[in-house]
């Protein structure tokens, strides 16, 4: 069958790609964000009460802290 994962990568690695040639950088670590930012993103995430995000409110704050690990 279709295999959607491999097309998602695939998409995530040529918008990298894209954006790399013309000199942006695409990890939140070229910036200097690490994890201490995630954590206290994380917190204050959960100090407003929040338990899910998004324009469907699909997305946990475990689900964020993922996304955001993943982007180091």
Do not use: N, P
């Not at 097309?7 to 942006?24: P, Y």
């Not at 100090?47 to 475990?62: E, F, N, V």
């Amino acid at each position: 069958g279709f295999d959607h994962t491999a097309v998602i990568d695939e998409s995530i690695r040529r918008t990298e790609e894209f954006f790399e040639c013309m000199g942006i950088k695409t990890h939140l670590s070229d910036y200097g964000i690490g994890m201490d930012t995630i954590d206290l993103i994380e917190k204050r995430l959960r100090d407003r009460g929040l338990h899910y995000i998004g324009r469907c409110k699909d997305l946990t704050i475990d689900d964020v802290r993922g996304i955001l690990e993943s982007r180091l």
